[in-house]
């Protein structure tokens, strides 16, 4: 086998045949298994653990309603009207807006959109297990997700649905 490269023909014995191909199939199959691992944890679901991060604690309520947006992105923009209504009801759940931005950009844009949140927590970038924004994760007193909702159409046509399972959680008894 010859291959043509920028010194001229280089000739390969068999054993530099195989060991190109192994390279070519081991990697290959990290580029596979990379894939299948950051697919297996790319969304949340009901029965996760939440990321732990700094000024996210969902111990001081039976429900937080975790809200993960981005100011550079239309469809948080969009949900905006909605994350606002939710967190001006009469509530028992707290509400905590996240965002991979910083408080600079994050809490400007928190209200602009006139979400009255608890609080607005910057976390590290892909500490969230999330593939796009904006998103609603429901959370227990222990951090486990309850329920999710994503992008702008599911959580806009889902708020009734998302209030009365926040407003449900938030009114069990604690264990």
Not at 68 to 78: D, K, T
Not at 96 to 101: F, K, L
Not at 138 to 163: C, F, Y
Request: aromatic share 8%.
């Amino acid at each position: 086998m010859s291959i043509l490269t920028g010194w001229g023909n280089v000739h390969l014995s068999q054993f530099d045949k195989w060991l190109v191909g192994l390279a070519i199939l081991t990697s290959a199959a990290a580029v596979v298994t990379r894939l299948s691992a950051y697919s297996a944890e790319k969304d949340y679901e009901p029965g996760d653990q939440f990321a732990i991060l700094s000024g996210l604690d969902t111990s001081q309520s039976s429900a937080t309603l975790v809200i993960f947006l981005n100011s550079n992105c239309g469809a948080s923009e969009r949900s905006g009207d909605v994350f606002s209504r939710i967190a001006r009801l009469p509530r028992s759940f707290r509400v905590v807006v996240v965002g991979y931005e910083g408080q600079d950009l994050l809490k400007p844009f928190v209200r602009t959109l006139a979400i009255d949140s608890d609080s607005v927590v910057t976390a590290p970038v892909g500490s969230i297990r999330f593939a796009q924004v904006p998103q609603i994760a429901l959370l227990d007193r222990g951090g486990i997700v309850r329920s999710v909702w994503s992008g702008a159409k599911d959580i806009t046509g889902m708020e009734g649905d998302i209030l009365s399972a926040a407003r449900s959680l938030a009114d069990q008894p604690v264990r």
